[in-house]
């Protein structure tokens, strides 16, 4: 087995850290799992974007997987530049990505107020109530750190990113109930590049009942619709990012993911 609860152990350590700062609730109103970033592992699509990417077949990797194996049915893209095809090299990059995956999903339960230990298996059956849930999660952060090879080329082949499909993380809205305040729970965004610098979270204003969301039939934003807006949030270094867009729509077949 390439994994052991002792390597999930020493994985989770670090992350711990990192749930304050990086994670921050929004005290205004009365909403339920709506944490920034709001959908597991939002803040690294930019990042893993800009990398380069190649090809390998699902039968090629799905030895070296351990979390991911039981959602991961396709064609994967691993994050390599060159042309180093070879077992020892595939797995360790393997390795990596889940590792990314892993972190993201413990962190983002952690988040949410979950105990990620009750859901150490996401993807085995269990009584636990919110299962469905953190499984949700779980397809989320390994669908975006194991991008899907679409096309139909050779292993080794360069092909892009593709960024998981909007049907996940509307799945993991439904599953979980995530409500927010704004139009965080929007899944598939586009904001044009001269966007205005973004509102993550809606401010609300002097005089209202901080522990009631805004009328959300209220017209909130008159002057975009919450599928123009841009998203703004931070990565573990604290660091800025803008998504001028979301999750990928599944209608377009160019997404990873169900
Ligand atoms: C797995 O890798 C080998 C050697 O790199 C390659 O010949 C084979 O086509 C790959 N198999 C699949 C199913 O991608
Ligand atoms: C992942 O799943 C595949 C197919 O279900 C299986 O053949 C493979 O052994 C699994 N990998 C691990 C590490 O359990
Ligand atoms: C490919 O990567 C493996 C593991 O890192 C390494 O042992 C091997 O020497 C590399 N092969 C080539 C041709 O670079
Ligand atoms: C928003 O305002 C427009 C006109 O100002 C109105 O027609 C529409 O019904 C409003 N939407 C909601 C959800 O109240």
């Not at 039981?70 to 590792?99: C, H, R, W």
């Not at 409500?179 to 929007?186: A, K």
């Amino acid at each position: 087995m390439p994994w052991s609860v002792w390597h999930w152990v020493l994985l989770f350590a670090p992350a711990e850290g990192l749930i304050r700062e990086f994670y921050t609730t929004n005290a205004a109103c009365r909403q339920q799992y709506c944490i920034n970033p709001v959908y597991p592992g939002l803040q690294d699509l930019p990042r893993l974007e800009k990398k380069r990417w190649a090809k390998i077949g699902l039968l090629n990797v799905s030895k070296s997987m351990d979390f991911c194996n039981a959602t991961i049915d396709y064609n994967v893209a691993l994050p390599m530049s060159g042309k180093n095809t070879s077992k020892a090299f595939i797995q360790e990059l393997v390795q990596k990505q889940e590792q990314e995956a892993v972190q993201t999903y413990f962190i983002h339960l952690s988040a949410m107020g979950i105990e990620p230990w009750d859901h150490f298996r996401p993807f085995e059956d269990s009584s636990f109530q919110l299962r469905s849930c953190a499984r949700a999660v779980a397809r989320m952060a390994c669908y975006t750190y194991f991008p899907a090879a679409i096309h139909n080329v050779p292993d080794g082949a360069e092909v892009r990113y593709h960024r998981p499909c909007d049907t996940g993380c509307e799945s993991y809205i439904q599953a979980c109930g995530v409500e927010c305040c704004d139009e965080s729970t929007v899944c598939a965004w586009n904001a044009p590049p001269t966007a205005a610098l973004p509102m993550f979270q809606a401010e609300v204003a002097d005089g209202d009942d901080p522990s009631c969301c805004p009328d959300k039939k209220a017209n909130l934003t008159e002057t975009s619709s919450p599928s123009s807006a841009p998203r703004h949030t931070q990565d573990a270094d604290g660091h800025d990012i803008t998504l001028l867009s979301g999750y990928a729509k599944a209608s377009d077949g160019l997404c990873t993911g169900r």
